[in-house]
């Protein structure tokens, strides 16, 4: 039995001295801050020795198995296994592959499908048979950019983010770590406000700044009640009040915010379909944002603690293997649910048919001789998909200072 230093423990466990200190903060090895100032592990020598002992018998025995088996028969096991792991290997990749490729398109049908619903047929029926007008490819691609643009892009830095920041800490001002998370709630504050900007519904035409204001203190308010009720349930109960208390506070801001600087100047934002509406979209895109810090920051956990660990390299591929799975889930689910309250991705477009007439509204597509333009009825509710055949189109404008809203 021996007090040993983080490098001695290290040297006799046979592990790094990063995986000593990960179990230290875990408290799975018994360890003491000595006066000096330097932490000491508690090791049990004899144990280790009989452990050493044993291993040793094990692998005489093993050795001497070896010795009685037929030449040969070794070398065409492990090339058996061999095979067989790198056979799985492959299978497993071409499954994600594909699963992938599955959900990059399903994602693009539901990037057309939603926001149709929302702003142009408000019918189900019409929307979905709309969306199948659109091609294959654009479908894919437009699932690829509703991905890639905001949720994996912001997962990716995130994880760097705190990847970075757990090796420059440590953990020798490991307090330090506690501040990772404030620059990523930041950018997350900002990106769901600059979302709400832009969606169909009238929450966008609040002052950026008002939806700032509001998405803060709404997201305290949520943060707050959520960690000082899993506080108490843990029964610290002094800490947990302290840090409860700020939930009912923050909710007060946000409702004064709402009421003194968003619903005044949004007409349709003092009625009680539009406040519902506008609240939907807010629950939404902070639930989003939400989902992909969530993804990164357990991705960032299981690299920090369950790769410090191991020794093999087979075993930490495994590893950053599921941190990347639980990154991309996240990535996904936010994806999906930017969806609901986005703009259609369909631009103005102007048609000049040979009959004289002028159509003007979205275009969806131009496929298989036809032009499909969505036209908004008199009474704005909603709009009716129209298809023009090319030999009927004399021209087609599609200004380019002007997006769909």
């Known amino acids: 039995m021996a007090w040993l230093t983080v490098n001695e423990a290290a040297e006799w466990l046979g592990i790094s001295e990063a995986a000593v200190r990960k179990r230290i903060q875990r408290d799975t090895l018994e360890h003491s801050k000595w006066p000096n100032g330097r932490v000491y592990v508690y090791v049990d020598v004899e144990q280790n020795d009989e452990k050493d002992v044993e291993h040793d018998d094990e692998k005489d025995i093993e050795q001497n198995d070896e010795k009685n088996e037929p030449p040969g028969n070794s070398d065409k096991d492990n090339n058996a296994n061999n095979q067989h792991s790198w056979w799985d290997y492959a299978a497993g990749v071409s499954g994600l592959a594909v699963l992938f490729g599955a959900l990059i398109y399903a994602l693009g049908l539901v990037v057309v499908f939603a926001p149709l619903l929302r702003t142009e047929t408000h019918d189900v029926s019409t929307a979905w048979h709309a969306t199948f007008l659109v091609p294959r490819s654009t479908v894919a691609g437009l699932g690829v950019r509703q991905l890639v643009a905001f949720p994996l892009a912001a997962g990716a830095l995130m994880l760097a983010w705190a990847l970075l920041w757990g090796k420059l800490t440590e953990s020798r001002i490991r307090w330090l770590r506690t501040f990772v998370g404030g620059p990523m709630i930041i ?16 929450i966008s035409k609040a002052p950026y700044t008002s939806l700032v204001l509001f998405v803060t203190t709404s997201t305290a308010a949520i943060s707050f009640s959520v960690a000082g009720l ?8 002094r800490l947990g009040l302290l840090i409860g208390v700020f939930g009912p506070v923050s909710a007060i801001l946000s409702f004064l915010s709402w009421r003194y600087s968003i619903a005044p100047k949004v007409e349709s934002l003092q009625q009680l379909s539009g406040i519902i509406g506008s609240l939907l979209d807010i629950a939404i895109v902070v639930a989003a944002s939400s989902i992909v810090y969530l993804g990164a920051t357990l991705a960032a956990v299981l690299l920090d603690y369950e790769e410090a660990d191991l020794n093999s390299q087979d075993d930490k591929w495994k590893i950053r293997l599921r941190a990347f799975i639980m990154l991309l889930a996240c990535a996904f689910a936010g994806a999906f649910l ?21 159509v003007t509204g979205r275009l969806l597509v131009h496929t298989e001789g036809f032009w499909y333009i969505f036209k908004t009825q008199k009474d704005k509710s909603k709009s009716t998909l129209r298809a023009i055949p090319d030999d009927k189109v004399k021209t087609v404008l599609m200004p380019p200072s002007e997006k769909a809203s």
């Open 230 to 237: 899993g506080l108490l349930i843990y029964r610290d109960y």
């Open 187 to 202: 950018a997350i504050v900002l990106y769901a406000s600059w979302y709400l900007s832009t969606v169909p519904g009238p």
């Open 338 to 358: 930017l969806t609901v309250p986005s703009s259609p991705p369909l631009l103005s477009a102007q048609i000049n048919t040979k009959d004289g007439e002028d």
